[in-house]
């Protein structure tokens, strides 16, 4: 099994700066790695998959790097709707798709 | 627009089967190269994704849960089904169908999911 580490587990952030989340996993997942938002009561929403490719109506200010097992979310300015948690998810390894614990992103 | 929708009880007696039935709508569950799959989230914990099935209707399960679940599909209805048998307050979670779509080079995420659905396990 995969695992998917994320850090920090909670992350303070005052609206309009910067944000980034990190993802790590125990062992190469390629470009397979997708990060999604939850918003409470709201199931995850799709942001980024492939690593770097935003989903279809994902604003601009969201995006995605990283390979093989370090991978990163950067939120270039936090807006009032972007305080939620982020999970990032591994879909490479058969059968086994997993996903890291989450990162909070709480107003500061 | 593609939309699932889950349904099923919300509670369920302590070694029974849980059973959950996901209707997707605004596309064919049999057409396309589409894995509809059922995860799961205990109360303010992570996402745990329990298995899959294919167009083809195959199926894979996370390890950890595969001698307890079954997934299955209905074209005719276009649904396909979740059942977890011998539950215990472990499986108490919301339950969530969603689908992974085929993005060629970029692999399979999950682009539609549903609303989730509560389900407790008490007796």
């Known amino acids: 099994e995969i695992v998917m580490t994320q850090s920090p587990a909670t992350l303070s952030v005052s609206p309009g700066e910067r944000a980034t989340l990190s993802c790590r996993a125990s062992?190469?997942?390629?470009?397979?790695l997708a990060w999604y938002q939850q918003k409470p009561g709201q199931a995850p929403r799709l942001l980024i998959y492939?690593?770097?490719t935003r989903a279809t109506g994902i604003p601009a200010r969201f995006s995605g790097s990283g390979s093989g097992t370090e991978f990163t979310l950067t939120i270039s300015s936090l807006q009032s709707e972007d305080f939620a948690v982020y999970y990032c998810?591994?879909?490479?390894?058969?059968?086994?798709?997993?996903f890291g614990q989450g990162t909070k992103v709480e107003i500061k | 627009q593609v939309q699932l929708q889950e349904s099923g009880p919300g509670l369920v007696k302590p070694s029974q089967t849980l059973s959950l039935t996901c209707t997707v709508s605004?596309?064919?569950?049999?057409?396309?190269?589409?894995?509809w799959s059922w995860i799961r989230q205990p109360a303010g914990k992570g996402l745990e994704w329990i298995g899959r099935?294919?167009?083809?209707?195959?199926?894979n399960y996370n390890p950890s849960l595969k001698s307890r679940v079954t997934i299955s599909v209905d074209t005719s209805k276009n649904q396909f089904s979740l059942k977890l048998s011998s539950v215990t307050a472990a499986d108490t979670a919301v339950y969530y169908c969603?689908?992974?779509?085929?993005?060629?080079?970029?692999?399979?995420?999950?682009?539609?999911w549903g609303q989730g659905t509560l389900v407790t396990v008490s007796s």
């Open positions: 969603a689908r992974a779509g085929d993005y060629g080079d970029y692999g399979t995420p999950f682009d539609y």
């Open positions: 605004g596309g064919s569950i049999s057409s396309g190269s589409y894995y």
């Open positions: 099935i294919y167009t083809s209707g195959s199926t």
């Open positions: 062992q190469s997942v390629s470009s397979n």
């Open positions: 492939g690593a770097s």
């Open positions: 998810q591994q879909y490479n390894n058969w059968p086994l798709w997993t």
